[in-house]
């Protein structure tokens, strides 16, 4: 069956009230939902900030290390001392260049 349309003003303005005060507790939700979901997103933007920084700031060393570790793998491929090889790319002044580069 369906439901019986109000009969007088005072009803209508009361179902009126009703669906306002719905509306009104859905969009409280909906707020509060936004809120959640706003700072949720900012978490990655944070992280992804962070990390940046990090980099920018630690880069250097990174970039050394790998270049090491490079030069080490080098040296045990090709036989010969890792220390010489190294000593080659300060002598040619790569390391310098590199470094001056990253800042």
Known sequence: MKE????????????ILF??????????????????HSFLGLIPLAITIWLLWYIYAHGGNFMNQIIEQAARQAAAITGQNQG???????????????QKLLK
């Open 4 to 15: 019986q349309p109000p009969k007088n003003t005072g009803d209508k303005l009361d179902e």
């Open 19 to 36: 669906y306002l005060k719905r509306m009104d507790h859905r969009d409280r939700i909906r707020m509060w939902g936004s809120y959640v």
């Open 84 to 98: 010489a090889i190294l000593k080659q790319l300060q002598q040619n002044g790569f390391m310098e260049q590199f």
